[in-house]
T-cell receptor, first 113, second 113 residues
Framework: DTGVSQDPRHKITKRGQNVTFRCDPI?????LYWYRQTLGQGPEFLTY????????KSRLLSDRFSAERPKGSFSTLEIQRTEQGDSAMYLC???????????FGQGTRLTVV | DAKTTQPNSMESNEEEPVHLPCNHS???????IHWYRQLPSQGPEYVIH?????VNNRMASLAIAEDRKSSTLILHRATLRDAAVYYC??????????????WGAGTKLIIKP
């Protein structure tokens, strides 16, 4: 197991376009988290899943954002009608239920032009 | 979640110990203290966590004040690979969403050869 992987690593898109990111967690982990990080700041929580159920969403997650985790395995984060303010690093993490240590992927850097 | 306060940056010489402070004066009795670090262009990496007692692992030591209002991450012998942003975060052990954490801007650790 090579850890949490995210795809793509970089994405440049025009304002108004839709983008989708994928996260593959560590296989036995049932919790999966999405964060957003802008330059010079710590990660901001967006949402998390326990298996296939999305249990929490941050107020930061506007209606243009949607996340899924079908079958409790990989997850996707979609941003519709992207805006320049969406430019950030999108991080995915996974952990075992009840275990505190989370493992992060390397992130997807989104640039909206 | 309670908030933490860390210095923006610190410098240390290679092969010397480093003490990274964190203040968390509003910590509650059920809050764990977590430390993560983020190397350039990488996702955050778990370092250590504790509740009341000092903790040691292969990466670092965590010293927690008796009143729990502050803690110190100790790198016993810093190397150039330890140059990163270090985040001190609190998590309520009673919370179900164990990673809906408030991340500050962290401390940027600079290691001088």
């Amino acid at each position: 197991d090579t850890g949490v992987s995210q795809d793509p690593r970089h994405k440049i898109t025009k304002r108004g376009q839709n983008v989708t990111f994928r996260c593959d967690p560590i296989s036995e982990h049932n919790r999966l988290y999405w964060y957003r990080q802008t330059l010079g700041q710590g990660p901001e929580f967006l949402t998390y899943f326990q298996n296939e159920a999305q249990l929490e969403k941050s107020r930061l997650l506007s209606d243009r954002f949607s996340a899924e985790r079908p079958k409790g395995s990989f997850s996707t984060l979609e941003i519709q009608r992207t805006e320049q303010g969406d430019s950030a690093m999108y991080l995915c993490a996974s952990s075992l239920f009840g275990i505190t240590e989370a493992f992060f992927g390397q992130g997807t850097r989104l640039t909206v032009v | 979640d309670a908030k933490t306060t860390q210095p923006n940056s610190m410098e240390s010489n290679e092969e010397e110990p480093v003490h990274l402070p964190c203040n968390h004066s509003t910590i509650s009795g059920t809050d764990y203290i977590h430390w993560y670090r983020q190397l350039p262009s990488q996702g955050p990496e778990y370092v250590i966590h504790g509740l009341t007692s000092n903790v040691n692992n292969r990466m670092a030591s965590l010293a927690i004040a008796e009143d729990r209002k502050s803690s110190t991450l100790i790198l016993h012998r810093a190397t150039l690979r330890d140059a990163a942003v270090y985040y001190c975060i609190l998590r309520d052990k009673g919370g179900d969403s164990n990673y809906q954490l408030i991340w500050g801007a962290g401390t940027k650790l600079i290691i001088k050869p």
